[in-house]
């Protein structure tokens, strides 16, 4: 390999180039312009072909017709247990529009379980794969946005690289890992909200979020009343003057401190209950409907309810 001495640098402001203190061969000035460094006096090369660690490729936004120039495929993502790395065999159609034949159909599909087989290397690939899969499947059937995803499937990778997937669930863990991850986010997720769309029952995913919260000491806020409005409202179908009341009603519950110590999805469902009153609803839900999608019981709601009147100066009915 070639190697050369290591020349002081200095910058000429004159012309604006960078200098040494002088050529290796005859002592004369050296500049370095461009991708090379040269002796002006016999010519030279000290270096030449720097790196250009830009991109290969520019994008002009006024011209229309130009190619995007990406070709690297797309972005590393943590919801593949490969990072997004490996190739996978689709199912577009053909130039024609036509699907392939019985025969190709057939070649394919064993071509396809042929590359899943070879992507798992290990017991450990295949546990990551279920586990990545039913994160994936659990965020889309509760409507959660991409970044939440991704963050509930580094928190599996998490947990799996701290040994906590040995002797339990890999669905419970998944679906853990999903109610820390809107936990920690501050997004208004019931854990009754869960189980419906996850594998295991109830106590399951109570025990994985608790080995979750013990090991890693995750940063989850207490959560608060108002996150759990918009949702509420939505899913009894109250309108926007109706939770606009109730953000009003739990103003003044906070100032009295109300909500301290008492269930947060049971307040905000009390407040939507008194500002339907309030703004009269013409078919209102009745209080089974505003305590099942809270997640409490009818008499929680009720005591909610009066406690906030109480404050009001309003008579419990």
Request: charged fraction near 25%; proline fraction near 7%.
């Amino acid at each position: 390999m070639q190697t050369g001495a290591i020349y002081k640098r200095t910058f000429d402001e004159s012309s604006g180039k960078q200098s040494t203190n002088g050529c290796p061969e005859c002592g004369g000035r050296v500049n370095t312009t461009g991708h090379e460094t040269v002796c002006e006096d016999c010519g030279l090369v000290l270096a030449e072909s720097a790196v250009d660690r830009g991109p290969e490729w520019r994008s002009f936004e006024d011209d229309a017709g130009e190619p995007d120039g990406r070709r690297t495929g797309p972005p590393l993502t943590p919801t593949k247990h490969d990072n997004g790395l490996s190739t996978e065999i689709g199912w577009q159609l053909n130039g024609a529009g036509s699907g392939p034949s019985g025969r190709q159909r057939r070649r394919l599909a064993r071509l396809r379980k042929q590359h899943r087989r070879a992507n798992c290397r290990s017991k450990r690939e295949r546990n990551l794969i279920g586990g990545l899969y039913e994160v994936n499947r659990v965020a889309s059937a509760l409507g959660l946005s991409k970044p939440l995803e991704e963050r509930a499937c580094v928190l599996f990778r998490s947990a799996q690289d701290a040994g906590l997937l040995p002797g339990r669930s890999i669905e419970a863990m998944a679906t853990a890992s999903v109610y820390a991850t809107c936990r920690c986010s501050d997004t208004a997720r019931l854990l009754a909200d869960f189980v419906p769309v996850s594998r295991v029952g109830e106590s399951s995913v109570t025990n994985a979020y608790a080995v979750l919260n013990r090991e890693f000491g995750l940063p989850t806020p207490p959560p608060s009343p108002d996150a759990y409005l918009p949702q509420f409202a939505s899913e009894l179908d109250l309108g926007s003057t109706v939770e606009r009341r109730a953000r009003r009603v739990l103003e003044v519950a906070e100032e009295q401190g109300i909500e301290n110590g008492r269930n947060p999805a049971g307040v905000a469902a009390a407040c939507l209950l008194v500002a339907a009153r309030e703004v009269g609803c013409p078919q209102p839900p009745t209080q089974t409907a505003f305590a099942e999608v809270a997640d409490v019981s009818p008499v929680t709601l009720r005591s909610r309810r009066d406690e906030l009147l109480t404050v009001r100066n309003e008579p419990c009915a």
